[in-house]
């Protein structure tokens, strides 16, 4: 079935190291790929997403490249900084039309100065 | 920015009791989800609502689980006989009329605590 498999936590990292998060995810079709991002006492916020092979999604300094020969779509950021400190989590969509998306168990990063 | 709220942001309730999460989604919003992450593991699709109506649902959504638009505005999820089991962060989504393909939003959740 789909699923998505992520690096487990937590990561904790001092401001402005390199950030990845890996994740891979197993599909049936042609999924779509999502980055979510929840904040301290806030909810699930989308960060970026691709929706096919070899994009690239990005937003805020995060990028994430859809590969589909390594079913992988690891989260990437060059520099972090201490407002990045959030529950990162991956997502898929099955395929075009599918009402159901798929989370990982996602990866609590915390950016100390 | 447009947001979704949900109510209570924690609820704790007896074994055996009926509970009633509430949310409210983005005005324009056409589609509705709920989700729940039990502690430590993934977050697990419950249910979709579409034109008034459940358009999918999980194994887990099952005949103890049920939920609602009563007035065009709330979206509700009730849980009639609550478990142990059921103590988790659920959170209530909604997206327009592309579903996830068009930009979905998320409330903050409710932790549901099942003593």
């Known amino acids: 079935g789909d699923s998505v498999t992520q690096m487990e936590g937590p990561v904790t990292l001092s401001e402005e190291a390199f950030l990845t998060i890996n994740c891979t995810y197993t599909a049936t079709g042609y999924p779509s790929l999502f980055w979510y991002v929840q904040y301290p006492g806030e909810g699930l916020q989308l960060l970026l997403k691709?929706?096919?092979?070899?994009d690239k999604g990005s937003n805020k300094g995060f990028e994430a490249t859809y590969r589909k020969e390594t079913t992988s779509f690891h989260l990437e950021k060059g520099s972090v900084q201490v407002s990045d400190s959030a529950v990162y989590f991956c997502?898929?969509?099955?395929?075009?039309?599918?009402?159901?998306?798929?989370f990982g168990t996602g990866t609590r990063l915390t950016v100390i100065p | 920015e447009p947001e979704v709220t949900q109510t209570p942001s924690h609820q704790v309730t007896q074994m055996g009791q009926e509970v009633i999460l509430r949310c409210v989604p983005i005005s324009n919003h056409l589609y509705f989800y709920w989700y729940r992450q039990i502690l430590g593991q993934k977050v697990e699709f419950l249910v979709s609502f579409y034109n008034n109506e459940i358009s999918e649902k999980s194994e887990i959504f099952d005949d103890q689980f049920s939920v609602e638009r009563p007035d065009g505005s709330n979206f509700t999820l009730k849980i009639r006989s609550t478990k142990l089991e059921d103590s988790a962060m659920y959170f209530c989504a909604s997206a327009g009329s592309g579903g996830w393909n068009t930009e979905a939003f998320f409330g903050q959740g409710t932790r549901l605590t099942v003593v």
């Open positions: 997502a898929l969509i099955p395929g075009p039309g599918a009402n159901n998306l798929f």
């Open positions: 691709a929706t096919k092979a070899d």
